[in-house]
Nanobody, 119 residues
Framework: QVSLVESGGGSVQSGGSLTLTCVAS????????MAWHRQVPGKEREFVAV???????RYGDSVNGRFIISRDKAKNRVSLQMNNLKPEDTAVYYC?????????????WGQGTQVTVSS
């Protein structure tokens, strides 16, 4: 069982920055991809960014050039640095990881952390 704990959400004014962090805990697993998604009430969950085990990154069109995803493999931690935030970035942000554990492949989601950007 892999559990994820997210932190770093909060409120910020337009143009500001926030950094989200997600730490995976458990035993006997190797994480491949680590990603962030976000969701606004009433809308589908949206892909934000992903980083592979080889630290190859990919971003959603709406955040490309403003957000930076990084990971610390030794600490099973992924971070999302969000710069030049806009009101439309307001959402609940979810950490998502895929890997291999004792019982085979797995995918886990965090509980989410709220990010609110005011104009």
């Amino acid at each position: 069982q892999v559990s994820l704990v997210e932190s770093g959400g909060g409120s910020v004014q337009s143009g500001g920055s926030l950094t989200l962090t997600c730490v995976a805990s458990g035993s006997g697993f190797v994480i491949n991809n680590m990603a962030w998604h976000r969701q606004v009430p009433g809308k589908e969950r949206e892909f934000v960014a992903v980083i592979s085990h080889d630290e190859i990154t990919r971003y959603g069109d709406s955040v490309n050039g403003r957000f930076i995803i990084s990971r610390d493999k030794a600490k099973n931690r992924v971070s999302l640095q969000m710069n030049n935030l806009k009101p439309e970035d307001t959402a609940v942000y979810y950490c998502n990881v895929y890997g291999v554990g004792k019982q085979g492949s797995f995918g886990s989601w965090g509980q989410g952390t709220q990010v609110t950007v005011s104009s």
